[in-house]
């Protein structure tokens, strides 16, 4: 899977993430992805039930 450098609008989700499960879950759960997003909506974002 690519890794994504920075935040871009993306238009087309399942052009990143095709499934949703195996492919956006997986992306965000990790710790680096979780705290990018946190940064861009101003709170804080904690992995549960891992």
């Known amino acids: 899977m690519d890794k994504l450098g920075k935040m871009i609008r993306i238009t087309d989700l399942r052009s990143v993430w095709p499934h949703e499960e195996n492919d956006f879950t997986k992306w965000f759960a990790?710790?680096?992805?979780?705290?990018l997003l946190g940064d861009a909506i101003d709170i804080e974002l904690e992995l549960f039930g891992e």
Do not use: K, P, S, V
């Open 30 to 35: 990790q710790e680096e992805n979780l705290t």
